[in-house]
């Protein structure tokens, strides 16, 4: 269901402005000027790999939606050291310390997240920086109070950058559709998968309905991800005491 919701939306995609391209420059400023290789994993139609290839000598960009990848490909044609390929993330074979940098835009509540970003934090060299912007769900009368704040600064934005208040009637429809289906984890749990899984993790809420994690993976991070797993695992494993 969700490879054929995101082929109907690389149709109308036209990589203009958008809630999470607004923050695409905060996460080019957490990563370094220069890399080996990058790692992309819910490419899209490319937006981010671009930006990335800038960057890298060789950028992986993967995505589960064949129509995502093709117009990818199409509209990255003067970008060589980009990679685009049809992949499902939960089945793929991630390497292992390869990347000095993995990026996941907007893709990570659609997959298992403990899952992903313990596949994305192994994929990193020591030294490699993790990068994560999506959707959360609010919580709570701050997060109401900043929705109702994002609501008339989307628009200022969206009209400075394209022109116009909203998306047109068929882009709405289509993402509207993709929405009925769609969740979304609450930050709340971000910062506790956060702070078992990326020790010292900088995770942030932005306003316009989107956080960002922030993680560079240090010999020292590694350790001690270690040893809270290993705690984890004890703790689920070890057998219960009835009493009495």
Known sequence: MIQAD???????SNDGWGHSRQYY?????????????????????GGFSRLLARRAGYVLAVDLSPRMVQVARKRSRHYPNVDFQVADAT????????????????TLHHLPIEEMLSKMRNAL??????????????????????????VPVSAALRLVKTGRLRESRQVR??????????????LSRIRRVCASLLPGADVRRHLLWRYSIIWRKTVLSQREGGKLREVSELVHTAPIDGGG
């Open 6 to 12: 995101f082929d109907r939306i690389a149709m109308l």
């Open 91 to 106: 089945m793929w074979r991630f390497p292992v310390e390869r990347y000095d940098c993995v990026a996941c835009i907007a």
């Open 25 to 45: 420059e905060f996460l080019l400023r957490q990563l370094p000027p220069r890399c080996a290789c990058a790692l992309e994993i819910g490419c899209g139609t």
């Open 173 to 186: 429809v289509v993402w509207a559709e993709h929405g009925r289906h769609d969740s979304y984890p609450t």
């Open 125 to 150: 060299k020591i030294g490699g920086t993790l990068v994560v912007l999506d959707l959360f769900q609010g919580e709570g009368l701050f997060d109401a109070l900043s929705s109702v704040l994002a």
